[in-house]
């Protein structure tokens, strides 16, 4: 299709949304202040946030709730294996997981959903 080069991951069984587009990210600031405002949302809960930019969570943090209130990403990692067996190690899942925080600005933490 047309638009923005994709700024994160696919995921098959939802949409893939063009967060690179200005008019969606308004659109989805004003949504998320409709639930802050009038339905009484205090945090997000955010799904597969490898699917779009992490400095993307940030504006829409920032733009509502801001970033002292609880801001949680689901943040898919592949572990690391060795045949059948959980590696010991797995310093570089956490850092990918450290990273995207990072990536937000410390506005949302994360956790891993393997």
Known sequence: GSGNPDTGDD???APD????NPE?????KHWLQ????????KGWRLDFVRGYAAGFVDEYVSATVG???FNVGEYWTDLAWNGSDLDYCQDAARQRLCDWINGNNKSCT?????
């Open 24 to 28: 969606l990210r308004e659109a989805l």
């Open 67 to 69: 970033k002292d209130m």
């Open 17 to 20: 949304l063009d967060h690179a």
């Open 110 to 114: 994360a956790f891993d959903f393997p």
């Open 11 to 13: 995921y098959g069984p």
């Open 34 to 41: 409709y639930l802050q405002n009038d339905i009484g949302f």
